[in-house]
């Protein structure tokens, strides 16, 4: 069906009819409001430092400490070698490393769906750090409220001093941050000493001021933004979600109609609900929402809500829980949360099975990587003496953490003989090349083409390796 919208000519000279025509101007993004959170301690808030203290401890400890004679985790980019706890991984295993982002993405997608946004309320990069940052707020500014009045309040020396605390330790916070993790990629007993000796080199120098940028902005003045608008993490989350998953709740049920009252009042009987409309759990959220607005996209999960609304609940003689981890299905009495639910079984077998194979392959691959070629510059030759000769090139990598010494042997061929360089000394990393010949009698050669391996292994024969080519004579 076509439909007709009628069209009328205005006329703009008339200024009754300019009137009349109602034009709203908007702006397409939302202001931001800074968030004063509230200081607020827990049970969940005490969780949330015996997570993050481990993983703190490990981000800023591990360069420092040694394994098997050298830094436990280095990635050590210009020699094209990866060092984790005496594993060393190569470009070779460039496979296995994908293999680790796949899993680790994997099994944030199984956590994810069984305990929500569990990974950042409690040990995301961005929220631990975030912490850290209004800790650092807290001791130079105060409490929310006396942050507050000092943002409104015309410059004064306290305001300087107090302003000039806190962003002096953030930046101290960001620069160790972003030492430590250039320690990652650069020996960290070499960086320091050359950070104080003012010769880094430019890429050093470049990566730590680029992560002092990001951390002193992601931390320091974007905050809930990186959240809210830069984390694809936050945007897909949802999709993980089921009826049973862990969610932070306000149990409306309960806690409506909300209002003001005094504690002696029987406030079923006034007809109200448990919540007083402080606003706490508003004032302590790192996001700003308020989650007695429901399930939003921008909550991280972080339970600061709980705690505040818990303590509130504590002073009014209310029981606990009116904000609580729950589940939808809880919330609406339909049934019992389900931890075992097929879609959770499927994640945890699939990543069980992605483990495993990946503990296989990492514990049975080859600490030598070989190519052998046969000379092209002739099928074969035939020696002075008679013999038939093929020429072969043999190149090695030496995947493993120390220096080996490989002999090289000769398997398939009965009666040919090895000459040229059988014994072979590689330092970790190192590609050694040699040139082979093999040599065998005539009448010993029953076919045109014989399929021969090489075996290549190190002195204590932990490393064994066979490389399958063929050796060529005359037709018959
Ligand atoms: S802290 Fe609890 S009582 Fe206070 S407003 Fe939030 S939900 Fe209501
Ligand atoms: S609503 Fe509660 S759980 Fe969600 S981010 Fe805010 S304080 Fe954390």
């Not at 509230?38 to 993983?55: A, D, E, S």
């Not at 916070?173 to 003012?198: C, Q, W």
């Not at 001021?209 to 974007?222: D, E, I, K, Q």
């Amino acid at each position: 069906m076509n439909a007709k919208i009628p069209l009328e000519n205005i006329d703009t000279s008339d200024a009754d009819v300019v009137q009349q025509i109602d034009i709203e101007e908007f702006d397409l993004y939302e202001k931001r409001e800074k968030i004063y959170t509230r200081n607020i301690r827990g049970f969940f808030q005490r969780v949330r430092i015996l997570t993050g203290w481990p993983l703190l401890m490990a981000y800023f400890g591990l360069p420092w400490v040694n394994w098997g004679g050298r830094q436990s985790v280095l990635f050590d980019a210009p020699n094209d070698q990866f060092h984790i706890f005496g594993l060393t991984l190569w470009p070779e295993d460039f496979v296995l490393l994908a293999a680790i982002l796949i899993i680790a993405a994997f099994a944030l997608l199984a956590v994810t769906t069984w305990l929500g946004r569990v990974w950042c309320g409690y040990t995301c990069p961005q929220t631990v750090w975030t912490s850290i940052f209004m800790w650092a707020e807290q001791i130079t500014e105060g409490s929310r409220n006396a942050r507050i009045r000092l943002d409104h309040s015309p410059w004064s020396i306290n305001k300087v001093l107090r302003k000039t605390a806190k962003h002096s330790l953030w930046l101290g916070v960001s620069l160790v941050t972003a030492l430590t993790f250039v320690g990652y990629f650069s020996p960290m007993r070499e960086l320091i000493p050359s950070l104080f000796s003012f010769s880094l080199s430019g890429w050093e120098t470049f990566w730590i001021l680029f992560f002092v940028v990001a951390t002193y902005g992601n931390a320091g003045w974007l905050r809930e933004q990186v959240c809210k608008y830069m984390c694809p993490y936050a945007r897909f989350q949802a999709v993980m979600f089921d009826s049973d998953t862990l969610i932070v709740s306000y149990d409306a049920e309960r806690g409506e109609s909300r209002g003001a009252r005094k504690k002696e009042l029987d406030h079923k009987a006034a007809g109200l609900g448990d919540c007083i409309d402080c606003q706490v759990c508003v004032q302590v959220c790192p996001v700003g929402i308020d989650i007695r607005d429901g399930l939003q996209y921008e909550c991280i999960n972080c339970a600061l809500c709980i705690d505040a609304c818990d303590e509130v609940m504590d002073k009014m003689a209310y029981p606990k829980g009116l904000i609580r981890y729950t589940t939808e299905n809880r919330l609406q009495h339909k049934q019992e949360h389900r931890v075992l639910r097929p879609k959770l079984i499927g994640y945890t077998a699939v990543l069980t099975a992605m483990v495993v194979v990946f503990c296989l392959i990492l514990f049975n691959r080859d600490l030598v990587d070989v190519d052998i070629s046969r000379d092209r510059g002739a099928l074969y030759y035939q020696t002075a003496d008679g013999l038939i000769e093929n020429g072969y090139r043999l190149k090695l990598l030496n995947m493993a953490a120390d220096t080996q010494h490989y002999q090289i042997a000769l398997s398939g061929l009965e009666g040919a003989v090895l000459l040229g360089n059988t014994s072979l000394t590689a330092p970790p990393g190192h590609q050694a090349e040699i040139l082979m010949r093999v040599q065998i009698e005539p009448n010993k050669l029953l076919a045109a083409q014989v399929p021969i391996e090489f075996v290549i292994a190190s002195e204590d024969q932990t490393i064994r390796v066979f490389e399958e080519t063929r050796f060529m004579g005359p037709l018959q």
